[in-house]
């Protein structure tokens, strides 16, 4: 316990929830809180830490992975499932990435749904209205998602939640993965299929090389035009132009988005005082049939004492020499 007490983290782009949660969790650790992102102007405070703890949009580029390195740190922590922020190449046989794979699967396939249901049903629409005391419901209809087909891009924990969670409302699930799960009560079909008969289409996968843009437009030429997408995980699964053009074009149904491929700059941030430059998600933003979040479906109670436990795991069992089982 004396040698953890001396050990110190470095946790960049903290949230007043981050700090409640580690505070509670921690019993062994100097944790030294910082607002700022980690990236090239943040990484020289890293000196004198042996652990750096980051979240989805700190910067670990290889010149930020080789400053941890000269600057004694010797472990990465993230607290998220998702690592394409980090130079895996930069680090490999140098420092060990660690993360967190499954927080709570219910927290972002649930959220998932929430932004599905909303955007279809316009619930969004219809509280604005009565809160100014308009109660017509001319223009909020939606469709039955009974008898639907979902279409599902990721089979892991929460692809898999998702749907169970369609199947509950009677929808037909068709997934794509790679890695396709075993003894399954939904359908595997190519991407192609899955395009095609989709009404809904669901993105619950990692982004990768493979699967970087794995919506384009291409692949949105072959959607139904009632078609909505729910992107929970990474922005860049979506080519974002080309998600515009169809919405503008009335060639989709809809898309509800808690992530942009360039949120890094605005999310988790305010900015209604000096808005945003960024066209394309000022547009998106703007369309009737887009729902925007900011990255929240992770943001339970439940997940977020996850996070600080496990992420606090991984460094107890670094240096007590264990094995680290979720080592990327």
């Given at each position: 316990?004396?040698?953890h007490?001396?050990i110190?983290?470095?946790f960049?782009?903290?949230k007043?929830?981050d700090?409640?949660?580690?505070d509670?969790?921690?019993?062994?650790?100097e944790i030294?809180y910082y607002?700022?992102?980690?990236?090239?102007?943040t990484?020289?405070?890293t000196?004198?830490?042996?652990?750096v703890?980051?979240f989805?949009?700190?910067d670990?580029?290889?010149?930020?992975?080789?400053?941890?390195?000269?600057?004694?740190?010797k472990?990465?922590?993230?607290r998220?499932?998702?690592?394409s922020n980090?130079?895996?190449?930069?680090a490999?046989?140098r420092?060990p990435v660690?993360?967190v794979?499954?927080?709570?699967?219910?927290?972002?396939?649930?959220f998932?749904m929430?932004?599905?249901?909303?955007?279809?049903?316009k619930?969004?629409?219809?509280?604005?209205?009565t809160?100014?005391?308009n109660?017509n419901?001319?223009?909020l209809?939606g469709?039955?998602?009974h008898?639907?087909?979902?279409?599902?891009?990721?089979?892991?924990?929460?692809?898999r939640?998702f749907?169970?969670?369609?199947?509950?409302?009677?929808?037909?699930?068709?997934?794509?993965d790679p890695?396709?799960?075993?003894?399954?009560?939904?359908?595997?079909v190519?991407l192609d299929r899955?395009?095609?008969?989709?009404?809904?289409?669901s993105?619950?996968?990692?982004l990768?090389?493979?699967?970087?843009?794995v919506?384009?437009?291409?692949?949105?030429s072959?959607?139904?035009?009632?078609?909505?997408?729910?992107?929970?995980?990474?922005g860049?699964?979506i080519?974002?132009h080309?998600?515009l053009?169809a919405l503008?074009e009335?060639?989709?149904?809809?898309?509800?988005?808690d992530v942009?491929?360039?949120?890094?700059?605005?999310?988790?941030?305010?900015?209604s005082?000096?808005g945003?430059h960024?066209?394309?998600?000022?547009?998106?933003?703007?369309?009737?049939?887009?729902?925007?979040?900011?990255?929240?479906?992770f943001?339970?109670?439940?997940?977020?004492?996850n996070?600080?436990s496990?992420?606090?795991?991984?460094?107890a069992?670094?240096?007590?020499g264990?094995?680290l089982?979720?080592?990327?």
């Open positions: 316990m004396e040698n007490i001396k110190r983290i470095a960049f782009d903290t007043p929830y700090k409640r949660w580690f509670a969790c921690n019993e062994a650790y030294i607002e700022g992102k980690l990236n090239q102007n990484v020289g405070i000196k004198g830490f042996q652990v703890c980051a989805v949009n700190d670990l580029n290889e010149k930020v992975v080789d400053a941890l390195v000269e600057n004694g740190v472990l990465i922590a993230l998220c499932a998702g690592f980090v130079d895996l190449k930069a490999k046989d420092i660690v993360r794979p499954a927080y709570s699967p219910y927290a972002v396939a649930e998932a929430g932004l599905l249901l909303t955007l279809n049903r619930i969004h629409k219809s509280y604005n209205r809160r100014e005391y109660y419901i001319n223009g209809s469709m039955d998602l008898d639907k087909t979902v279409g599902v891009i990721g089979t892991g924990k929460i692809g939640v749907i169970n969670i369609c199947q509950g409302f009677g929808m037909k699930a068709l997934a794509y890695y396709p799960a075993k003894d399954v009560n939904f359908t595997y190519d899955l395009f095609r008969e989709s009404d809904v289409i993105l619950h996968c990692p990768t090389e493979q699967t970087k843009y919506v384009n437009r291409e692949a949105i072959k959607m139904k035009p009632h078609t909505i997408i729910v992107n929970t995980s990474r860049q699964l080519e974002s080309a998600l053009d503008q009335k060639k989709l149904g809809g898309a509800a988005l942009y491929e360039e949120e890094a700059d605005y999310f988790f941030e305010d900015h005082e000096g945003i960024d066209a394309i998600l000022q547009l998106l933003t703007s369309l009737p049939n887009v729902l925007v979040t900011s990255h929240q479906a943001l339970t109670e439940e997940a977020l004492q996070i600080a496990v992420t606090l795991e991984n460094i069992d670094f240096f007590a264990k094995g089982k979720n080592q990327v």
